[in-house]
T-cell receptor, first 110, second 111 residues
Framework: DVKVTQSSRYLVKRTGEKVFLECVQD?????MFWYRQDPGLGLRLIYF???????EKGDIPEGYSVSREKKERFSLILESASTNQTSMYLC?????????FGSGTRLTVV | EDKVVQSPLSLVVHEGDTVTLNCSYE??????LLWYKQEKKAPTFLFML????IEKKSGRLSSILDKKELSSILNITATQTGDSAIYLC???????????FGIGTKLQVIP
């Protein structure tokens, strides 16, 4: 069965900290995505990657960066966490249709 | 800017009722429309509708794509409490692999 694994379910970080959110998929998919989900705003695309070392900005990339050194792993980095980055973060991958999502990481920045 | 609008935002029904969830979209280069069910954690895939597959059915759930009206509906018949969830509509179009999600419809089924 297809699997997307996010390393943490819940995280609490302090303002200004550097935060790493890890996502690993075991399906050999080329395309991976990071979304954040907020009440009343739905799912918004932060960054996506269509190949190793390739990345594209989504709709809300400000304050974030990403890393894709290996096909199976796509990391989201908050260079200096801020309280407005408190959110649910969802990683997804796709072979071209029908995303598979990870379980999500609920990040709280205090 | 690509846009996906879902209605209603929230719905409460009794078990056994039939519900219809709506999704309308404005995207460039439409490729597919996707429905997801989200319970406590991540969304799970329900259906994909494309120009060549405008109607899908799985058990009590069915979905239709109306390309002329740029919309889709998700029907759930004989609802059960386990159908309580947020239902997300997403449309693939625009740039490379770009998927735009709606806010979702929160469905609550009460016994």
């Amino acid at each position: 069965d297809v699997k997307v694994t996010q390393s943490s379910r819940y995280l609490v970080k302090r303002t200004g900290e550097k935060v790493f959110l890890e996502c690993v998929q075991d399906m050999d998919h080329e395309n991976m995505f990071w979304y954040r989900q907020d009440p009343g705003l739905g799912l918004r695309l932060i960054y996506f990657s269509y190949d190793v070392k390739m990345k594209e900005k989504g709709d809300i990339p400000e304050g974030y960066s990403v890393s894709r050194e290996k096909k199976e792993r796509f990391s989201l980095i908050l260079e200096s966490a801020s309280t407005n980055q408190t959110s649910m973060y969802l990683c997804a991958s796709t072979p071209g249709y029908g995303y598979t999502f990870g379980s999500g990481t609920r990040l709280t920045v205090v | 800017e690509d846009k996906v609008v879902q209605s209603p935002l929230s719905l409460v029904v009794h078990e056994g009722d039939t519900v219809t969830l709506n999704c309308s979209y404005e995207v460039t280069n439409f490729r597919s429309l996707l429905w997801y069910k989200q319970e406590k954690k991540a969304p799970t895939f329900l259906f994909m509708l494309t120009s060549s597959g405008i109607e899908k059915k799985s058990g009590r759930l069915s979905s239709i794509l109306d390309k002329k009206e740029l919309s889709s509906i998700l029907n759930i018949t004989a609802t059960q409490t386990g159908d309580s969830a947020i239902y997300l509509c997403a449309v693939e179009g625009g740039g490379y692999q770009k998927v735009t999600f709606g806010i979702g419809t929160k469905l609550q089924v009460i016994p």
